[in-house]
Nanobody
Framework: QVQLKEYGGGSVQAGGSLRLSCAAS????????MGWFRQGPGKEREGVAS????????YYADSVKGRFAISQDNVDHTLYLQMNSLKPEDTAMYYC???????????????????WGQGTQVTVSS
């Protein structure tokens, strides 16, 4: 069983950077798909990025490609989302998620995730 908690949200100006962290407990070296999602006010949840723990395969939404980077510490399993060149449209509640037993072919933000953090707010101002 995995428990997740996000850290690092806050308010930044457009063009700035933030690094979100997701502390993972109950994590074992097994087949996991990890992901970052976000949901702006009045909007549907959007997949941001995914990370496959077996081989490090990543996927990024087109809206963040080239600006955001997902990674995981291979010792303590903390999941990170480095966010650069932030834009006001990046304003959202950001959630990390995990799902066990995935194959690389199904590790993407469109599929179901069993475990979720509580979210951390990111606000980008002009």
């Amino acid at each position: 069983q995995v428990q997740l908690k996000e850290y690092g949200g806050g308010s930044v100006q457009a063009g700035g950077s933030l690094r979100l962290s997701c502390a993972a407990s109950g994590y074992t070296y097994s087949r996991y798909c990890m992901g970052w999602f976000r949901q702006g006010p009045g909007k549907e949840r959007e997949g941001v990025a995914s990370f496959y723990t077996v081989d490090g395969t990543t996927y990024y939404a087109d809206s963040v490609k080239g600006r955001f980077a997902i990674s995981q510490d291979n010792v303590d399993h903390t999941l990170y989302l480095q966010m650069n060149s932030l834009k006001p449209e990046d304003t959202a509640m950001y959630y990390c998620a995990a799902d066990p037993g995935r194959s690389v072919s199904t590790c993407n933000t469109r599929n179901h995730f069993n475990y979720w953090g509580q979210g951390t707010q990111v606000t980008v101002s002009s």
